[in-house]
C-alpha cells in the first residue's frame, strides 16, 4: 500500500549523496573545437617536460629527462592543467620554442589563448586561412572551473601512468627503430 503523501516516497538528499565521483583517467589532449575550458592560473600546476608524440596511436609518452637527448623524437612542451564545463580535468601540451627560440603560428596562438583560459571560459578551433588558432570566449559566466582533489604531482602520475618511457628498450621506441 502506498504511502499517504507523495513526500514520504521522496529520496532524501543525504541519502541520495553517498559517492563521490573520481576522475580515474586523466589525458593529455588539446581541447576540442566544441569544448569551452579554462587553464589554471597557477605556476605550480603546470610542468615542462619532453614529450614524444605516437601520432599513430594518438598518445603522447613522457620521457625520462636523462633519455632527451637521445631520442629525435622527443620534444619539449609545457603541460598546463586544463578543466572543462563538465569537470573533467586534462593536462594540455604546448609546444615550446625550439633551440633557435621560435615558434611556429600554431603553437604560439595555442600558448596565447591558454593565458587568456587562465581568466576566461573559451573554446578553440583553428583557422587554416590565418595558419593558427583562434580563441572564442563564453558569451556568459559559466562559474569556476572544477579542480578536483588530486594534487598536481597525482595528475601527472595518472595521465602517465602507462606511458612513460624510461628505457631505450621502451615498447613505444623499438616500434619508431621498426624492431617490433
Known sequence: ????SIDDLRIKPQVRCCTAKVQADITVRKPNKQEFFRAHSEETHLIEVNLLCDKAEGEFYLTAPSLAAEISDAIPYRLVL????EGKIFLHPLKLAGIDGRL?????????IVELAKEKW????????????????ARSDLGEPQWGTKTFDEIIRVAFSKRYIDSLDHPVLKKLRGEI
Open 122 to 137: 573559451v573554446r578553440v578551433e583553428s583557422s587554416r586561412s590565418a595558419g593558427c588558432y583562434e580563441a572564442y570566449v
Open 104 to 112: 611556429d603560428h600554431w603553437s604560439e596562438s595555442s600558448h596565447n
Open 1 to 4: 500500500m502506498l504511502p499517504l
Open 82 to 85: 586544463c578543466s572543462n564545463r
